[in-house]
């Protein structure tokens, strides 16, 4: 199985911060990778798809960047409905597998 | 609009069995695969299992393999996982995920049913 490793696992910053988190495939998935944002209590909701396709809605302050085994997550300009936990997965292959997550909180 | 409505978790002893059901809405659920996903308390996110829009494809992971079969109904616009020989360890909120319409990943996402495993 694909393994993805997040980083860093939890991080704090103030709103306005420009906000970045990695996640690396232990191999080449293409741009097979989708990010998620969590918040607590409530289902994730798909932000980023293809590793930089913004999904509907999403706002554009969010964006991804990527191709084979390292990937980015990037909140340009962070706000106060923003912290939560953020998580990547890849679809190249079965078993679909996340990273561990990374909590975003305030400082 | 898309709307996924899971039911069936509940407490159950180690060893029991339970069935998991999604019922789904504001979209032609036949034209999409599915999946189970699942969230321990406190951790993260654990892909469970797939299906593809008309059956013929299934895949699970490792760690349910041989216990869980997932299974869809789309007469019924429904999804289910039927869990048998429960462990502590599948204790966790379940969610059921449809998958994208071209893609492997998660476009929308149920709000999660809990399956408690304990004596």
């Known amino acids: 199985a694909i393994q993805l490793t997040q980083s860093p696992s939890s991080l704090s910053a103030s709103v306005g911060d420009r906000v970045t988190i990695t996640c690396r495939a232990s191999?080449?998935?293409?741009?097979?990778l989708a990010w998620y944002q969590q918040k607590p209590g409530k289902a994730p909701k798909l932000l980023i798809y293809?590793?930089?396709s913004l999904e509907s809605g999403v706002p554009s302050r969010f964006s991804g960047s990527g191709f084979g085994t390292d990937f980015t997550l990037t909140i340009s300009s962070l706000q106060p409905e923003d912290f939560a936990t953020y998580y990547c997965?890849?679809?190249?292959?079965?078993?679909?597998?996340f990273g561990g997550g990374t909590k975003v909180e305030i400082k | 609009e898309v709307q996924l409505v899971e039911s069936g978790g509940g407490l159950v002893q180690p060893g029991g069995s339970l069935r998991l059901s999604c019922a789904a809405s504001?979209?032609?659920?036949?034209?999409?695969?599915m999946n189970w996903v699942r969230q321990a308390p406190g951790k993260g996110l654990e892909w469970v299992s797939y299906?593809?829009?008309?059956?013929?494809?299934?895949y699970y992971a490792d760690s349910v393999k041989g216990r869980f079969t997932i299974s869809r109904d789309n007469a019924k616009n429904s999804l289910y996982l039927q869990m048998n020989s429960l462990r502590a360890e599948d204790t966790a909120v379940y969610y059921c995920?449809?998958?994208?319409?071209?893609?492997?990943?998660?476009?929308?996402w149920g709000q999660g049913t809990l399956v408690t495993v304990s004596s």
């Open positions: 504001g979209f032609t659920f036949s034209s999409y695969s």
């Open positions: 293809d590793a930089s």
């Open positions: 299906i593809s829009s008309s059956s013929s494809t299934i």
């Open positions: 191999q080449g998935i293409s741009s097979a």
């Open positions: 995920a449809r998958g994208s319409y071209y893609g492997g990943y998660v476009d929308y």
């Open positions: 997965q890849q679809f190249n292959s079965y078993p679909l597998t």
